[in-house]
């Protein structure tokens, strides 16, 4: 389906200060090499305040991963104590921004229309957003996995172009697989991936078949291969395993299954 380059990112969290995130930066460039930025895609989504010292090392060693971010606010600027910006974002070069993560719409209260707004600033700014969506568990098992993703996926894309929605990124993170070790089956990941592309077609027509969508939820060195072969994942969405470079770095080479 279409020629989309698999993207793979680290969202970090509330983990690494920014000397462990230099650290963690510098063993993934000694283990990642062309022909890997060739294939995929790779951002690192470390927490705001270790986006500069990121930055400088990417830019220093000219290295070929992106910079992303984990939120923002969706205005540029004003009395908002505590948030930040999508162009402060964009002036360290920032990418990719992840909106809408299942631990800010449960924890923070955020809600589709902040989502929706959040998407429409970062490409405001010239990033792109990582739009999460997802189920929890009691809405998987009473049946309502579907409903509740394609509500979220259309409220999410509200009043984006074609255009941005073709080049923007969507991640299927179920709730109930994040951080749990609990990976969907690939049959069920491909299954909801399938419904979000027919969910961004009904709203935007052919960006469906540009747009990538990520799966997310457990990903690990071990289950990445199997995941990336389906036809609707373009790429993975990676918590807790992004943390350590060897890991990531071996989720990054999917392809060679045999290490
Ligand atoms: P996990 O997190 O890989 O630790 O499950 C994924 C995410 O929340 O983005």
């Known amino acids: 389906m279409g020629d989309r380059k698999p993207l793979i990112s680290g969202n970090w969290k509330m983990h690494h200060t920014h000397l462990d995130a230099i650290a963690v930066v510098q063993k993934l460039s000694y283990a990642l090499h062309d022909d890997d930025y060739d294939a995929v895609d790779v951002s690192v989504h470390p927490t705001f305040v270790s986006l500069r010292s990121v930055q400088t090392v990417i830019l220093a060693d000219k290295l070929r991963f992106v910079l992303g971010a ?136 052919d960006a469906s078949s540009s747009i990538r969508i990520q799966y997310g939820g457990s990903v690990k060195p071990a289950n990445t291969a199997e995941l990336m072969a389906q036809p609707d994942i373009d790429g993975a969405l990676v918590g807790g395993a992004s943390l350590e470079a060897d890991d990531f770095a071996r989720i990054v080479r999917y392809r060679r299954v045999s290490e």
């Not at 490409?123 to 189920?135: D, K, Q, S």
């Not at 609990?182 to 969910?199: E, G, K, S, V, W």
């Open 70 to 205: 984990q939120n923002c606010h969706w205005e540029d600027h004003g009395a908002f104590t505590g948030e930040v910006s999508p162009s402060m974002l964009a002036k360290l070069e920032v990418s990719y921004v992840i909106v809408g993560h299942s631990e800010r719409r449960e924890l923070f209260g955020e809600t589709d229309d902040m989502v929706n707004k959040k998407a429409n600033a970062v490409f405001g700014a010239g990033m792109t957003p990582i739009l999460c969506v997802g189920e929890t568990l009691d809405e998987r098992e009473a049946g309502g996995a579907e409903t509740k993703v394609d509500g979220q996926v259309r409220a999410g894309l509200a009043g984006l172009t074609g255009e941005q929605v073709a080049a923007m990124v969507i991640a299927y993170e179920p709730i109930w697989a994040i951080g749990t070790g609990r990976t969907a089956t690939a049959d069920d990941a491909q299954a909801m991936c399938a419904l979000i592309r027919a969910t961004v077609a009904d709203v935007a027509g």
